[in-house]
C-alpha cells in the first residue's frame, strides 16, 4: 500500500490476474459516512471486479450518490477502508485527495452535471486531458516545444474522443447552449478522456426517455468493450440496470442490502420489500 | 462593428499600437503622461483579469503588489544601484513571492470572503510602508530614479515605447498561459471547482499560480510606474488602488484581454478628460455616475461593445467566437 503524490501517474497497465479467483479493482470494506447526527452509509462493504458493470441501486436516500463521494473522496469516510488495485500496488483511497483520485484512472460523472458550461465541449474535454501533459508553468509561459508538441497530441485525442461518442458536430458548440442529453453525453465524453480504469456513473440515464436510455444502455457497453474500464454506476432506471449490469449491490436506508447478478437481485426478497415498501410482508410496526 | 474585429483580428493591436502607443508620442507632455499610465495601469488590469476574471477569484491585495514593485525598484536603483530593467524584475518576482505567501492562508476562501480577507493585507502593508526606515523614507516616501535602460537616460517618450515593448512582451506570456493547460485550469476552476478535482486538477496548485501570475503583473506594473512619477509614498499601499484594479477589470468586461485595456482606459481616463472638459469640482461624483452607468448598461463590460471574444484559450475564440 501507498499514499499517493502528486507527481503518480495513474498506470495504464492491465491488472494482472492472479490464478483461480480474480483480485478486486475496488474493495469497499465497512465505510461509515455521517453528517452530523445522520448517518447516510453504515458500514457498507463491497467489491468490484475488474472488468465488470457494477450497478448500485436503492430506493431515494439509500446513501448511493454519497458512497461514490466518498469514492471519488469529496467526502471523507469516518469510518472503513477502500483498498484500489493499481499495477503497482495497493493504493488506500483514504489517503488521496479528489484530483489524486483522478489521477488513479477514477473518473466519474455528476448526478446533476458539473460541466464548464461556459466553455466549449472541446475544451471541456480538453481540460481532462490536462494530467497527460507534462510541461512545466515555464514552458507553457514561454510557448516552448514540448508545450506546443502536447497541446498538438491531446487536442488529437480529444477530437477522437469526441468521435467516439458522436460529439465531432458539437464541438465547437457551447456546452450552455447544448441540450440536456447532449450535455450528459459531453461529461461522458469528459470521463472518458482520463482514460480511465474505473468509471463511477451517477445516475447516467437520469432525465433521458426510453428510446435515449436503449441507447445509452448500447453507448456505455460500448465504451466498456472499447476501453475496457470498469463500470460502477448509480442508476434508477431498471431496464437498463438488468441490461447491462453483471453484478448488482443494493443499498437501503445508508446501508448494504444485497449483492448478485441483475437475475438473482430481481427476486431477492428483501430488495423486493425495500422497493415496495415492505406493504405485503406485514412487517409494519 | 462587432464583424469588422471578427473579420480583421489584427485590427484590434493595430488600432491600439496607433492610438495609445504611436499617436501620443506627437503631443507628448501631459497628454503622453496619460497614455503611459494607462499602458502602465493595462498591466496591472492584466494581472487581475487572470486572477479574477479567468479564476474568479476577488482579491483585493492588488495594492500590496502594485506598492511592492514600485518600492522594490525605486530602493533597489537607489540604494543598491542595480540597472532599471533588472530591478523592475527582481521587485516582480519580490511581490509574486509575497503573492503566494500571501494565497497560501486565504486560498480555501471564496469569493467575498476571499475580497475581506486579501483587504487585510493591504491595511497591514500599508502600515509597514509608513513605518518603515530611512531606505523608504516611511510616511513621506521616496523619490525614484528616472527611466534609463543600459545607462541610457530614457526621455518621456522613450519611456512610453519601453512601457509599450513590456506591454507586449507581457500580452504574450499571458496568451500562451491562456492556451496552456494551466490557463484552461484557470476557467476549470471558475466553471466548477468539483468538476475541475474531479478531472485530476490540483486546484490549490493552480489557484495559486493564478495568484502569483496576477503578483507578478501588478508587481511589474507598480515598477514601471516609479520611474514615471519619480515619487513613491505609502498612499500607493491604498485600499483606492486595489479597488481601482478591480474596477478595471469588471467595468471593462471579465476575461477580456480588450476588457483589460478598455477598464485601464476608463479608470485612468475617465477622471482625466472630466478634469479636461472642465468638471474638475465634480469630477469624482461624475466619475462614480459614469461607473455606474458602463455597469448598467454593459453587465459584461466595455469589450462587450465590440465583440464578446473571451481570452484566448477559450475555444470559442480560436474557432472565429461570435457565429
Excluded at chain 1, 461514490?68 to 484500489?84: D, E, K
Excluded at chain 1, 497530441?153 to 450552455?176: D, F, K, S, Y
Excluded at chain 1, 482514460?195 to 451517477?202: F, I, K, Q, S, Y
Aim: some cysteine.
Amino acid at each position: 500500500m501507498r499514499v499517493m503524490d502528486d507527481k503518480t501517474l495513474p498506470s495504464q497497465a492491465p491488472v494482472v490476474a492472479v490464478p483461480g479467483r480474480a483480485a478486486p479493482l475496488l474493495s469497499i470494506q465497512g465505510v461509515r459516512m455521517a453528517f452530523g447526527g445522520i448517518v447516510a452509509v453504515q458500514d457498507v462493504s463491497f467489491d468490484v471486479m475488474p472488468g465488470t458493470v457494477h450497478a448500485l441501486i436503492g430506493p431515494n436516500g439509500a446513501g448511493k450518490t454519497t458512497m461514490l463521494n466518498c469514492i471519488s473522496r469529496f467526502y471523507t469516510p469516518q469510518q472503513g477502508a477502500m483498498r484500489y488495485r493499481t499495477a503497482s500496488g495497493d493504493v488506500e483511497l483514504l489517503g488521496c485527495k479528489a484530483h489524486q483520485v483522478a489521477r488513479l484512472g477514477i473518473a466519474r460523472t455528476f448526478q446533476n452535471l458539473e460541466l464548464f458550461a461556459e466553455l466549449t465541449v472541446f475544451d471541456n474535454v480538453l481540460i481532462a486531458r490536462s494530467m497527460a501533459m507534462r510541461a512545466t508553468l515555464v514552458e507553457a509561459l514561454l510557448g516552448l516545444p514540448r508545450q506546443r508538441r502536447e497541446e498538438r497530441t491531446e487536442r488529437e485525442r480529444v477530437e477522437a474522443v469526441l468521435e467516439g461518442l458522436n460529439l465531432q458536430a458539437h464541438a465547437h458548440a457551447v456546452v450552455r447552449d447544448l441540450p440536456y442529453g447532449t450535455q450528459k453525453l459531453v461529461e461522458l465524453a469528459r470521463a472518458m478522456a482520463l482514460e480511465p480504469r474505473l468509471m463511477l456513473l451517477d445516475e447516467p440515464a437520469a432525465g433521458m426517455n426510453n428510446r435515449e436510455i436503449d441507447a445509452l444502455g448500447e453507448t456505455l457497453k460500448r465504451l466498456q468493450a472499447s476501453v475496457q474500464a470498469t463500470l460502477l454506476l448509480i442508476e434508477h432506471s431498471m431496464p437498463l440496470v438488468m441490461s447491462i449490469s453483471d453484478t448488482i449491490t443494493v443499498m437501503h436506508n445508508g446501508a448494504f442490502l444485497a449483492q448478485g447478478t441483475p437475475r438473482e437481485i430481481e427476486n431477492h426478497p428483501a430488495v423486493v420489500e425495500a422497493y415496495l415498501g415492505g406493504g405485503k410482508s406485514g412487517k409494519r410496526r | 462593428m462587432t464583424k469588422v474585429f471578427d473579420t480583421y483580428p489584427w485590427l484590434g493591436p493595430v488600432l491600439f499600437v496607433l492610438a495609445f502607443v504611436l499617436a501620443p508620442l506627437v503631443p507628448g507632455g501631459y497628454v503622453l503622461y496619460i497614455f503611459t499610465l494607462v499602458i502602465i495601469y493595462t498591466l496591472a488590469s492584466f494581472g487581475t483579469n487572470i486572477l479574477t476574471g479567468y479564476t474568479n477569484l476577488i482579491s483585493m491585495a492588488g495594492a500590496v503588489f502594485f506598492g511592492i514593485g514600485a518600492y522594490g525598484s525605486a530602493i533597489l536603483t537607489t540604494h543598491f544601484g542595480v540597472p532599471l530593467v533588472l530591478s523592475m524584475f527582481i521587485a516582480a518576482s519580490i511581490a509574486t513571492v509575497v503573492g503566494l505567501l500571501l494565497a497560501l492562508p486565504v486560498l480555501r476562501l471564496e469569493e467575498v470572503f476571499l475580497a475581506i480577507a486579501t483587504l487585510g493585507f493591504v491595511m497591514i502593508s500599508v502600515e509597514i510602508a509608513k513605518s518603515s526606515g530611512d531606505m523608504s523614507g516611511g510616511e513621506n516616501g521616496m523619490g525614484a530614479p528616472g527611466p534609463t535602460l543600459f545607462g541610457w537616460a530614457l526621455d518621456e517618450r522613450a519611456y512610453h515605447v519601453f512601457t509599450a515593448v513590456v506591454l507586449a512582451g507581457a500580452l504574450w506570456v499571458a496568451r500562451n498561459l491562456a492556451r496552456s493547460r494551466f490557463g484552461r485550469g484557470f476557467l476549470a476552476i471558475k466553471g466548477s471547482e468539483t468538476a475541475a478535482r474531479a478531472l485530476g486538477l490540483n486546484t490549490t496548485a493552480l489557484k495559486l499560480v493564478a495568484f502569483g501570475v496576477c503578483a507578478f503583473y501588478t508587481g511589474l506594473s507598480g515598477a514601471l510606474y516609479a520611474p514615471l512619477v519619480r515619487f513613491i509614498d505609502p498612499s500607493l499601499f491604498s485600499i483606492m488602488v486595489s479597488i481601482s484594479f478591480v474596477s478595471m477589470v469588471i467595468v471593462g468586461g471579465l476575461g477580456s484581454i480588450l476588457g483589460s485595456v478598455l477598464g485601464a482606459v476608463f479608470v485612468i481616463g475617465a477622471p482625466q478628460l472630466l478634469t479636461y472638459l472642465g468638471f474638475d469640482q465634480f469630477q469624482r461624483a461624475l466619475y462614480g455616475v459614469a461607473m455606474i452607468l458602463a455597469l448598467m448598461f454593459l453587465p459584461d463590460g466595455l469589450a462587450s461593445l465590440f465583440k464578446r471574444k473571451r481570452l484566448p484559450g477559450a475555444d470559442a475564440a480560436q474557432s472565429g467566437g461570435v457565429r
